[in-house]
């Protein structure tokens, strides 16, 4: 089944951390640029972070030096993880392979006090 779980997502306070995870099934990871996406209530979905399969990462101006990507390929496994967390960070996060157009469930982040 070609699928991808998200997992880590929770409640976590300004400048604290939290570390999701996503796992992916049924296609050829190591080949795959991987993104991971947020949305926020009223807000359209962003990129966040992103990595190819030779390990080369973007990421977006607002969560530069904050957030790390990252992948392990025999675990089939992309990592976002995130420092330094503030209250506008809270948002569902998704994980995402551009070939195919494949999306996970999302998981929840909130970061308040």
């Known amino acids: 089944q070609v699928q991808l779980v998200e997992t880590g997502g929770g409640l976590a306070q300004p400048g604290g951390s939290l570390r999701l995870s996503c796992v992916a099934s ?6 795959s640029r991987m993104i991971w996406y947020r949305q926020a209530p009223g807000k359209s979905r962003e990129e966040v972070a992103a990595i190819d399969s030779a390990g080369r990462t973007s990421y977006a101006d607002s969560v ?3 957030f790390t990507i990252s992948r392990d390929n025999v675990k089939k496994a992309v990592y976002l993880q995130m420092d330094y967390l503030k209250p506008e960070d809270t948002a569902i996060y998704y994980c995402h392979r551009s070939t195919g157009n494949l999306w996970g469930q999302g998981t929840q982040v909130t970061v308040s006090s």
């Open 64 to 66: 530069k030096g904050r």
């Open 26 to 31: 049924g296609f050829t990871f190591s080949f």
